[in-house]
């Protein structure tokens, strides 16, 4: 989160700053390795992200948001989607982040979003597919 919040800063994804700034927070390569390919994964969809939260909370556009906020919302909703943690795990990790490093508000804003995210995600995996596969009766 801490380097998403700084790439939201400097406006850019700086790999090496990132990579400095990992370095001087954990020794182990493995985690450092991971913390990095996190956040510069969440980076790149972070304008989806954003779009899908201004769905959700259209009075909070990330541009009102504090930028703690948005950038716990970007990791979350990215581990949501493509990572391996139970979703539930996620939301809660993302919460007390929050409410250690934003305002006190924020844990609450932050639920709301994620859990509004995961329901959608669910609802959208739970839908039969709805595109007809080669070869099914009355295709044209």
């Not at 700053?17 to 969809?45: N, S």
């Not at 639920?111 to 509004?116: I, S």
């Amino acid at each position: 989160m801490q380097v998403l919040f700084m790439w939201d800063t400097a406006g850019s994804s700086e790999l090496e700053l990132g990579q400095q700034f990992i370095r001087e927070g954990c020794d182990d390569p493995e985690v450092r390795r991971q913390a990095l390919q996190w956040a510069t994964a969440a980076w790149e969809q972070r304008q989806i992200t954003d779009a899908r939260v201004e769905q959700l909370a259209p009075q909070w556009p990330t541009r009102r948001q504090p930028g703690v906020d948005r950038n716990i919302i970007r990791l979350a909703a990215w581990e949501l989607s493509h990572g391996h943690t139970p979703p539930k795990v996620t939301i809660d990790e993302a919460i007390e982040m929050a409410k250690e490093f934003s305002t006190e508000q924020s844990a609450a804003f932050v639920n709301g979003v994620l859990d509004a995210m995961l329901k959608e995600n669910e609802k959208l995996t739970a839908e039969p597919n709805l595109i007809p596969s080669p070869g099914t009766p009355g295709e044209g």
